[in-house]
């Protein structure tokens, strides 16, 4: 996990040219790409290499889909963003082939550190595996690893690393199956 020094709650703890930047990318999502029907996806890609996304191969990022920093995020060949997902990207975060995060799934890769008067921001990168399937209103927090071919289901609040193939759910999320076979803790 990465901390920032900020000497008040109040400071940003991005620089001036990062902080237009981040305007400038706002702006153009809007105008080029936010009202653009889904076949219009290389079109949508085109804008996110722009701003220094890493695109492998050809995945989809849904028109409706938010992302915060651009330049802090990888995508890999046919990794799905649904209808409002959200890559609250302020570390990095990186998709693997054929992973699926679903519909209003939120991704927060940054929090701060409450221990401290100041609130420093702090990043950690999250990663979700190949294969892998975030549902619908899921919120993955920052430094988590989703594992290859897992499943984090609907309104889960993943805390902790998901291993491959495992089904987890639940606020914490919890297993409901481990991938290893077939019973059910």
């Known amino acids: 996990m990465k901390t920032f020094d900020q000497k008040s709650p109040y400071d940003s703890p991005w620089t001036l040219r990062q902080r237009i930047a981040m305007l400038v990318w706002e702006y153009c999502w809007s105008l ?13 890609l085109f804008w996110l290499r722009i701003f ?46 054929r992973a699926i995060v679903a519909q ?37 927090m920052p430094g988590v690893t989703v594992g290859a071919r897992a499943v984090v289901g609907a309104c889960a609040v993943v805390t902790r690393h998901v291993g491959e193939g495992c089904v987890v759910g639940g606020n914490p999320a919890r297993p409901l199956h481990t991938g290893k076979s077939d019973k059910v803790p």
Do not use: M
């Open 32 to 44: 080029f790409c936010g009202w653009t029907p889904k076949p219009f996806n290389r079109w949508r």
């Open 52 to 97: 220094g996304a890493k695109i492998h191969g050809l995945p989809f990022v849904h028109q409706r889909a938010r992302i915060q920093i651009p330049w802090n995020v990888t995508l890999h060949d046919r990794a799905t963003l649904g209808d409002r997902a959200n890559l609250y990207s302020l570390g990095e975060i990186e998709i693997g082939a």
């Open 104 to 140: 209003e799934a939120y991704l927060c890769g940054g929090t701060h550190d409450l221990s401290v008067p100041n609130l420093p921001l702090q990043v950690a990168k999250i990663t979700i595996g190949e294969d892998a399937f975030i549902g619908a209103r899921a919120f993955i």
